[in-house]
């Protein structure tokens, strides 16, 4: 009896003592040390899954999946007795937010979300993430035990494996053994296009406020289910740098409470602590901003969260160990010890303040009642119905509410679009995005049609306010305007069976078209636009109007059919008409209604071209209108057969070298031919140094001076200046991305479905002439076309007279010249038909 109960009693030690031995370190798991070499992704998953396998208080959830079908992973992590009431401090804490129903009990915890790699090739992160994990549930580890009392710690081990794995395997491959830390061996090189961007190569931390990529629209889903206290989003940046943490740099959104602004200080002096200790070089409040707001840090500040970016010195540059300018060598190992250090820290610090987060995060979010900022309402015009749909699916991710009204009434306030105050009518049809709700400031950060600028040295772009950026007429006024559930009053016309029409006529004005249209040319149907407007059975269509007529489909007798679906799936209002003889414009006949050729696209890629001006492109063909495209590597593009293609594209990019006289000659043959040349950007350059095109940098007296005085007075200027005011000078001469009303010639293909205005986002100072035997379909006239967005006081001086967009005629082809990036980043909407017009239109 005595014996037995001894037994008992040492099984159940052991059995505990199983239980502790069965959670394995990273090192013990993977076989081998954490800083050894680059953990695979599926490893780092397969780790995690093991934590969560071991653990009691571990909650693993797989929240989405990449472009190229990686799971996307998220880790809880809290007190065994947090953990039995997760789903209740998970509601409690939307309920502090006002974005679901029923009271907020105050509870003391805080939620803390580290977010490990977001660009690819800051590879130290996601290594990093493991040991955090391990600590937190490692039974030695009291600190760690403690801060989980009062704290859930949410942890995304890699917002971005394909671009990681994209550097991983890129660096297990090219690494020496043991490795090299010459940075001049091939290991710290890497290849075009680097492992920083996602697959279709955007930058994820540009992107948490316009959701384009899969990656950003899975994770705003769980982050706006959490909404935590703390996020934090770790980087790595050039090798000689040392480490940045909170408090950030200036600018600073102005929406941005002083609990924000402290508590990040609150954060800094706490990593700073274990800095000095060890001897570790930082620096904060510089460099890294908080003004645009899609990034990992200013996303989380406009949503009630202390959201900071860690940067550690190293990167896709750094490998497993390099030589630094001073000398010194900069291991993968040290870059962990870096990374974990703040984690900790951070945990730490937030732990014990949990209480005062918990009550400032409910304060943030009392703006419900009274919000901040000038304007408490924004007026979307509702006469494109497809951009007011995109943008309530963009609000919807965003947890911003939104509605109309019942009435029609007149109010005052600030035009988007004369950029005056004046009187404005509000129709039912209207979209209304009041600022009296919880994401009161995420609303004013994205609609405000100026954001202040307490200083204009900033990391990014000044200006993005969406009814810009998606080309939507808008005001904004002072005043409260009560909404009611939003009506979206559109009327489709479902097509009838047995209906066997003359012709199917679809309106030309949304990327939703462009991918109607994109559709039908693959199902081999023929189709046609109208080069002008007319009317038809009493409807009133725009130039560029879809005519899809049974001539020329005869033969296809699935032509019906195949319509009829397309419209269905792209929810587009198709007229079917027994005639083609129209009430007023050309008659379907006519020269002026014409056959859309599919045009066989080239898109070139690789070396010298923009990585991030490919990517756009990429996504819009693939994901967005799902059309087909041909991607040409720069490596072997001389030696295609360019009449094999209708379109060639050459995204931003420098091709000075590519394009050599011989390659030039040869493209501009082809256009004689009837190519249909697209150049986007910087792509320009080339051929404005060529005599053979039409586009030239502007040069006037003027310009030439200022070219002058930049070369040489202006140097000469810089070196009488006092040292610190050189930036200054310098940001005189930049555009930070103002956002400037163009004219456009909508008579024009290139400028079909839009008004007799372009907002163009531009962000360089480069400014090309007017064309002198080409079409200038878009122009910047001078400096009062600026709409928004910070530019330098030179820069704006040598604005006029800005090429925006032109065609240039040549034998039977066209160069389309696109000055301003119309996909930029894909969040400017307002450019994806313009650029859908220069693929699927000119030329024609
Ligand atoms: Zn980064």
Avoid at 301 to 327: D, F, H, P, V, W
């Amino acid at each position: 009896m005595k014996i037995g109960l001894k037994l008992v009693f040492f099984l159940i030690i052991l059995n505990f003592k199983v239980v502790y031995t069965q959670t394995k370190s990273p090192s013990e798991f993977l076989g081998f040390k954490l800083g050894e070499r680059f953990t695979n992704h599926y490893q780092v998953i397969n780790y995690f899954n093991h934590i969560a396998d071991n653990n009691g208080n571990v909650k693993l959830i797989k929240y989405g999946e990449t472009y190229e079908g990686r799971p996307l992973h998220l880790a809880m992590i809290t007190s065994s007795k947090n953990y039995s009431n997760l789903e209740n401090i998970r509601k409690n804490q939307l309920r502090a937010a006002g974005l679901i129903e029923g009271n907020f009990q105050k509870n003391d915890i805080a939620i803390v979300w580290l977010s490990y790699n977001v660009h690819g090739n800051e590879a130290v992160s996601t290594e990093v993430s493991m040991k955090t994990i391990y600590e937190l549930v490692n039974p030695n580890n009291q600190n760690t035990k403690q801060w989980l009392e009062n704290t859930v710690v949410i942890i995304d081990p890699c917002i971005n494996p394909d671009g990681r794995e994209r550097y991983v395997n890129w660096y297990n491959q090219k690494g020496n053994f043991p490795y090299n830390k010459n940075p001049d061996a091939a290991e710290h090189h890497e290849p075009w296009p680097g492992g920083r961007a996602n697959h279709y190569l955007f930058d994820l931390n540009r992107d948490w406020a316009w959701a384009t990529q899969k990656e950003t629209q899975n994770r705003l889903v769980v982050y706006n289910e959490w909404l935590p206290n703390i996020h934090v989003d770790f980087h790595e940046q050039g090798v000689d740098q040392p480490y940045y943490f909170a408090p950030a740099a200036q600018p600073y959104h102005e929406l941005l409470t002083d609990f924000q602004k402290d508590f990040q200080v609150t954060i800094g002096k706490n990593n700073a602590k274990y800095f000095d200790k060890n001897g570790w070089l930082y620096f904060t409040k510089e460099f890294f901003d908080l003004l645009y707001p899609s990034y990992g840090d200013t996303y989380p500040m406009n949503n009630g969260a202390i959201g900071m970016t860690y940067e550690q010195g190293g990167s896709g540059r750094a490998g497993l160990g390099i030589i630094n300018k001073e000398g010194d060598e900069l291991t993968l190992k040290d870059r962990i010890a870096h990374h974990f250090t703040t984690s900790m820290s951070t945990i730490e610090i937030s732990s014990l303040n949990a209480n005062k987060l918990s009550e400032e995060f409910y304060n943030y979010f009392k703006n419900a009642n009274d919000p901040k900022g000038n304007y408490k309402t924004y007026i979307l015009k509702n006469d494109n119905v497809d951009r007011i749909n995109g943008l309530t699916k963009l609000l919807d991710r965003h947890k911003i509410e939104y509605g109309s009204v019942n009435s029609d009434k007149t109010y005052k306030g600030f035009s988007y679009i004369t950029n005056e105050r004046e009187k404005f009518k509000i129709s039912e049809n209207d979209l209304i995005v009041s600022t009296y709700q919880p994401k009161s400031n995420l609303v004013n950060a994205l609609f405000e049609p100026h954001t202040k600028l307490s200083d204009s040295l900033t990391y990014d772009i000044t200006a993005w306010s969406l009814p810009y950026a998606r080309g939507l007429e808008a005001f904004a006024t002072e005043d409260k305007i009560p909404v009611q559930p939003f009506k979206n009053k559109t009327v489709r016309t479902s097509l009838n069976d047995e209906v066997k029409p003359y012709a199917y006529i679809s309106k030309w004005n949304s990327i939703e078209d462009v991918s109607f249209l994109a559709y039908l040319l693959q199902k081999k149907i023929k189709a046609r636009f109208s080069k002008k407007p007319f009317s038809i059975d009493d409807k009133e269509y725009g130039a560029g109007s879809l005519i899809i007529t049974r001539t020329g489909n005869q033969n296809n007798s699935y032509f019906d059919s195949i319509v009829k679906v397309a419209a269905k799936k792209f929810d587009r209002n198709v007229l079917a008409v027994n005639s083609g003889f129209v009430q007023s414009g050309k008659d379907f006949g006519s020269s002026s209604v014409t056959y859309i050729k599919p045009p066989k696209i080239a898109v070139l890629s690789g070396k010298g071209v923009s990585s991030l001006g490919f990517g756009a492109i990429w996504h819009f063909f693939e994901q967005q209108i799902q059309y087909q495209i041909n991607v040409i590597d720069t490596d072997y593009f001389s030696s295609i057969d360019f009449h094999d293609y209708d379109v060639i594209i050459l995204p931003s990019g420098n091709y000075n070298k590519l394009l050599n006289k011989n390659n030039l000659d040869d493209l501009g043959e082809w256009v004689q031919n009837g190519g249909n040349l697209i150049a986007i950007n910087s792509a320009l350059s080339v051929f404005a140094s060529s005599d053979n095109f039409d586009i030239s940098v502007y040069e006037d007296e003027k310009t030439k001076e200022a070219a002058e005085k930049s070369k040489d007075s202006l140097r000469k200027e810089l070196r009488l200046k006092q040292y610190n005011t050189k930036e200054r000078n310098y940001i005189s001469n930049i555009i930070n991305g103002g956002v400037f009303k163009a004219t456009l010639d909508n008579t024009n293909p290139l400028g079909f479905g839009y008004k007799n205005y372009y907002y163009t986002l531009r962000q360089g100072s480069k400014r090309y002439a007017y064309l002198k035997n080409g079409n200038n379909v878009s122009v910047i006239k001078d400096k009062s076309d600026l709409v928004s967005g910070f530019v330098g006081k030179n820069a704006i001086s040598s604005i006029n007279e800005s090429l925006v967009f032109g065609i240039e005629n040549k034998g039977k082809g066209t160069v389309v010249y696109l000055v301003d990036d119309p996909l930029f980043r894909s969040f400017w909407e307002n450019g994806k038909l313009l650029f859908s017009n220069a693929v699927f239109m000119v030329g024609q």
